[in-house]
T-cell receptor
């Protein structure tokens, strides 16, 4: 039973355009959400997070949107750059417990 | 360096042998996690240590898997009688005492069971 779902295993986006990565969750107790980025042969690195009291958090080219009623969050990257090609993991936590990760979405930025 | 380190980086073993994987978390981090990523799969939670509390072992796939954390720092993940399906990248992460549980990952150990 997957509590955090990333339904798109891969996504290809033209360089300079917007990349939108989606994530759905089932546990209404989750109140903190994170995105991690992973390059091959490296561990995941933290990218951006959002708490449930917000519906948007922005950091440079990266923006995370949270829709609590739909139990959905998304990561927007604009403009997309070649170095953004990686696997992106969505994760969720109820703060006092472990973080649950999705299966990841592989993003390809096309030249 | 100040990051999470893991050893070995690669381990090839024969089916039926025992292996030990090591994780050195960031100094001062009270929480330590083990995950594994099998080919084409996401991050699968294995076990979670938080301070002196009893570890959360709910993700361990079988009783062949065990982990310990000595002195609240270094952790060892042990897999007994390895099977081919144990082949994966095993990732360790640590996090400080904060309400946001941001985790810092090590580079992982790639385990191949022949």
């Amino acid at each position: 039973d997957q509590q955090v779902k990333q339904n798109s295993p891969s996504l290809s986006v033209q360089e300079g355009r917007i990349s939108i990565l989606n994530c759905d969750y089932t546990n209404s107790m989750f109140d903190y959400f994170l995105w991690y980025k992973k390059y091959p042969a490296e561990g995941p690195t933290f990218l951006i997070s959002i708490s449930s009291i917000k519906d948007k958090n922005e950091d440079g080219r990266f923006t995370v949107f949270l829709n609590k009623s739909a139990k959905h969050l998304s990561l927007h990257i604009v403009p997309s750059q070649p170095g953004d090609s990686a696997v992106y993991f969505c994760a969720a936590s109820d703060r006092d417990d472990k973080i649950i990760f999705g299966k990841g979405t592989r993003l390809h930025i096309l030249p | 360096g100040a990051g999470v380190s893991q050893s070995p980086s690669n381990k090839v073993t024969e089916k039926g042998k025992d292996v030990e994987l090591r994780c050195d978390p960031i100094s001062g981090h009270t929480a330590l996690y083990w995950y594994r990523q099998s080919l084409g799969q996401g991050l699968e939670f294995l076990i979670y240590f938080q301070g002196n509390s009893a570890p959360d072992k709910s993700g361990l796939p079988s009783d062949r898997f065990s982990a310990e954390r000595t002195g609240g720092s270094v952790s060892t993940l042990t897999i007994q009688r390895t099977q081919q399906e144990d082949s994966a990248v095993y990732l360790c992460a640590s996090s400080p005492v904060n309400p946001y549980n941001e985790q810092f990952f090590g580079p992982g150990t790639r385990l191949t069971v022949l």
